[in-house]
């Protein structure tokens, strides 16, 4: 499944919080520095691809298909982000905003990169 390189931030700031407690629109709205409203909008819209429920009190947390979908996208940023900054030597903060948008490309996913990343990394190893 291809999300939107948004989606994708939202996705990842819930996997990484729902292991710690029950998550809340809130919670997700202060660690993007978004509004609760937006938090809300892309919930309803990760709802319907499968990917969140959200109980009676408002807690979300991410289905099987979204903890999957998770896994593969902190996958592709790990190898994303080490490769802006260990070989290519950008900041953190432009490394973290370029593998997001990579991952998040509308053609096409991070996958193929991925891969090749990984050969080269063996490469020069």
């Known amino acids: 499944m291809l999300l939107t390189a948004i989606q994708i931030k ?3 700031v819930l996997h990484r919080l729902q ?3 029950s998550v809340k629109l809130a919670d997700v709205a202060e660690v993007l520095h978004v509004s609760k409203p937006s938090v809300h909008n892309m919930f309803q819209k990760l709802k319907r691809f499968g990917l969140i429920v959200q109980d009676e009190k408002g807690y979300s947390r991410l289905t099987e298909l979204g903890k999957e979908t998770a896994r593969q996208y902190e996958e592709e940023y790990t190898i994303l982000f080490s490769f802006l900054t260990e070989i290519l ?3 953190k903060e432009i490394a973290q905003e370029n593998a997001i948008a990579l991952m998040g490309s509308e053609k096409c996913g991070a996958q193929d ?3 090749s990343i990984e050969k ?3 490469k020069i190893a």
């Open 120 to 122: 080269f990394r063996e």
């Open 19 to 21: 292991d710690v407690q």
């Open 113 to 115: 990169l991925c891969h």
């Open 89 to 91: 030597h950008l900041e």
């Open 10 to 12: 939202y996705i990842r």
